[in-house]
């Protein structure tokens, strides 16, 4: 036998001994670790509670068959990224076709040929080694959801129009506090707060787009489409607002520099997708309300209120929220008049 | 008549290893007798799903092995039990009769290097 790819922990599940034997043997030929399942139920519960890079999936079983498994781990947010490659008799093909249009990574027919089987199970693991990069990648700037919906969905280079919220933040004199502060200090600091505006950001159904120096920029309701992203932007900031304190209490304890943010949201229509080649692309939103997003945040430095929004946004949230009507503003650039609101810290 | 598809049986030899093919027909001629018998009660039973769960497996069995003639008597019967016609006359005997010609045949090829 020839070498094969890295060895993987494989998960094979057939109600039929000398089936789960053949597989199972065949595969640890391959070098590969196997665990073996009996049934549908069994073998759904190991995939739960242990670790899997692929499964080989039998469809006739009793208890709970291969669709069943197969639907419950594509309806499951945490294992739907698990590759299976479903098993059946060539007289099943039907069946299996069916599984692959529904989500399955292949299929192999039984008796299985050993050489189709290394291929199959080998592509699948590398398919599975690049989606996991990727995975790491997204899963810096998005939510699980966010990016398991970018990996599905896969990514077209074109554009959209979307209706959703902008949300910028930054820090107050950063350059100053920048400059008292040695480099080693100043990026601690900044990921420190990063790390917690992010977590905020995430909870509520945000992605982080865009971050430079010390200021970010946040998109609710795209590349997902969220009825309620106006409210999700909102309670995002106010949740910033109240880790950002407990970020200052934590700095003050350590005699450190404290930080003051301001932050600005505006909703609309804006133009989303993803910019760049196949190779390198990020997701951008481009449009009036980005920049009026940008400027509103800019404004809070006049306005001396930490978070503001304008009139759309503020058409998106229920009556708990503490709002101060600032008026209309002109802002640089635009040729209208915005109306301004200050949603004050709960 | 050889019940066993040689370049098959061979091809399995190779792929699971030499040294395993013994434990690998221990393992299929341990559990065809349970596969015959729960054919025999489900047709007593008329539950044509155990019948055809069982013809399945019976099927997916002999084919792994090359017993090909015993994996189309099978298969049919497997189908009967799909379309929920049990009256199947005497192929369930003609299909162990296979068996036992392919168990022997097997038992052989165990024994060889």
């Known amino acids: 036998m020839s070498a094969s790819a890295e060895p993987a922990k494989l998960l094979v599940i057939d109600d039929n001994k000398v089936n789960r034997i053949v597989l199972s043997r065949n595969l640890e030929q391959q070098g590969h670790v196997v665990e073996t399942a009996e049934n549908g139920e069994e073998g759904l519960k190991k995939i739960r509670t242990q670790s899997f890079d692929l499964v080989l999936l039998d469809i006739e079983m009793p208890v709970m068959d291969g669709f069943q498994v197969l639907e419950a781990c594509l309806n499951d947010v945490d294992l739907r990224q698990i590759p299976i490659i479903m098993t059946s008799a060539m007289d099943e093909i039907d069946a299996m076709v069916r599984c692959v249009e529904l989500g399955a990574e292949d299929y192999l027919t039984k008796p299985v040929n050993a050489v189709l089987l290394r291929a199959r199970v080998n592509a699948s693991l590398e398919k599975k080694r690049l989606r996991d990069e990727q995975r790491k990648l997204f899963r810096t700037f998005a939510t699980k959801e966010v990016a398991e919906e970018l990996l599905r969905t896969g990514f077209s280079l074109g554009g959209k129009k979307i209706t959703a919220s902008i949300l910028f933040a930054d820090i107050r004199s950063f350059t100053t506090i920048a400059e008292s502060l040695d480099p080693s200090e100043t990026i601690d600091m900044l990921n420190r707060y990063f790390g917690s505006m992010f977590d905020a950001i995430n909870a509520n159904n945000g992605t982080v787009n865009q971050m430079v120096g010390d200021g970010l920029m946040a998109v609710f309701g795209a590349p997902i489409h969220f009825e309620q992203h106006r409210e999700y932007a909102v309670r995002a900031a106010l949740q910033m607002l109240k880790q950002l304190q407990v970020f200052n209490e934590q700095q003050a304890g350590q005699n450190k520099t404290q930080l003051k943010i301001g932050i600005g949201i505006a909703s609309g229509e804006i133009i989303a997708g993803y910019i760049g080649t196949q190779s390198r692309a990020t997701y951008t939103c481009i449009g009036d309300i980005v920049n009026l997003a940008s400027r509103i945040e800019e404004h809070t430095k006049v306005a001396l209120r930490p978070l503001l929004i304008d009139d759309d946004t503020r058409k998106g949230l229920g009556d708990s929220y503490k709002l101060e009507d600032l008026g209309p503003t002109l802002f640089r650039g635009k040729q209208h008049l915005v109306n301004v609101f200050s949603v004050e810290p709960s | ?113």
């Open chain 2, 1 to 113: 008549m050889s019940q066993i598809d040689q370049s098959i049986f061979n091809t399995l030899k190779e792929t699971t290893g030499a040294d395993f093919i013994g434990e690998l027909i221990d393992a299929f001629l341990g559990d065809a007798p349970d596969l015959i018998a729960q054919m025999h009660s489900a047709l007593a039973n008329q539950d044509s799903d155990t019948f055809r769960r069982a013809a399945h497996s019976m099927k997916s069995n002999a084919a792994t092995f090359g017993a090909m003639e015993l994996s189309a008597l099978a298969r049919e019967l497997e189908i009967f039990g799909r379309e929920k016609n049990l009256e199947i006359g005497s192929r369930l005997e003609v299909m162990e009769e296979a068996f036992r010609q392919a168990a022997d045949q097997l038992e052989e090829l165990k024994s060889q290097p």
